[in-house]
Each structure stands twice: as structure tokens, then as C-alpha cells.
Nanobody, 119 residues
Framework: QGLLVESGGGLVQAGGSLRLSCTAS????????MGWFRQAPGMEREFAAS????????KYADSVKGRFTISRDNAKTTVYLQMNSLKPEDTAVYYC????????????WGQGTQVTVSS
């Protein structure tokens, strides 16, 4: 039902910043938790950050903590991932995901946006 669309990926030098955006095409996911995952070539898809839709509960992977910030806009229509101090190892396809509150499964996924960090 809910369609997630990511944007904001691109090329950046090490130490630079990017902001990714994820917008749902329908409002049926307003009560869902939102997350960002990433997958580098030849690697498993891994968790990066998540937030409750209210924006109160925030979680970060150790690899991005202190550098990345997840947030949502006031209208709860868009979720962002602000990425600072980017490193070459951050290079990956970044995916937006959504799940019902309390659910174990991330049921909805976007198509992904490429982030490439050069050294």
C-alpha cells in the first residue's frame, strides 16, 4: 500500500555531507516507524538509523552514530538522513524502510539511492 521514494544521493568527497529524503506517496504509514538501511557491493544490507514516526525514539548503528542524524518533518510526510563527515566506507545504496509500531519486520521499502564517497 505505502510507496516510499528516496532522493538526495550522489557523489561526495570524504568529509563532505549529504541529506537523504524519504517520502511516502500515501498517508497510511503515518503511525509507522521509519528507518534507513544501506548495502555496499558484495555486502549484506545493514541497519543505519531509525525513528518512530513521532520522532521520539531514535536508534543508530555504531558505524554512523555521531555522524548521521535521522529526523522527520513537522507534517510527518518526509523522513531525512543527514550524513556528515562522510567516509569512503559509507559508500552504498541507501534504502528507506517502514514498519508498523512494534513489528519485527520492515515491510515497506523504497528503491534506494546511491551514495558514493571518494577519498
Amino acid at each position: 500500500q505505502g510507496l516510499l521514494v528516496e532522493s538526495g544521493g550522489g557523489l561526495v568527497q570524504a568529509g563532505g555531507s549529504l541529506r537523504l529524503s524519504c517520502t511516502a506517496s500515501v498517508r497510511t504509514l503515518d503511525s509507522y516507524d521509519m528507518g534507513w538501511f544501506r548495502q555496499a557491493p558484495g555486502m549484506e544490507r545493514e541497519f543505519a538509523a531509525s525513528t518512530t514516526w513521532s520522532g521520539i525514539g531514535l536508534k543508530y548503528a555504531d558505524s554512523v552514530k555521531g555522524r548521521f542524524t535521522i529526523s522527520r518533518d513537522n507534517a510527518k510526510t518526509t523522513v531525512y538522513l543527514q550524513m556528515n563527515s562522510l567516509k569512503p566506507e559509507d559508500t552504498a545504496v541507501y534504502y528507506c524502510a517502514a514498519k508498523a509500531r512494534g513489528a519485527a519486520l520492515w515491510a515497506y521499502w523504497g528503491q534506494g539511492t546511491q551514495v558514493t564517497v571518494s577519498s
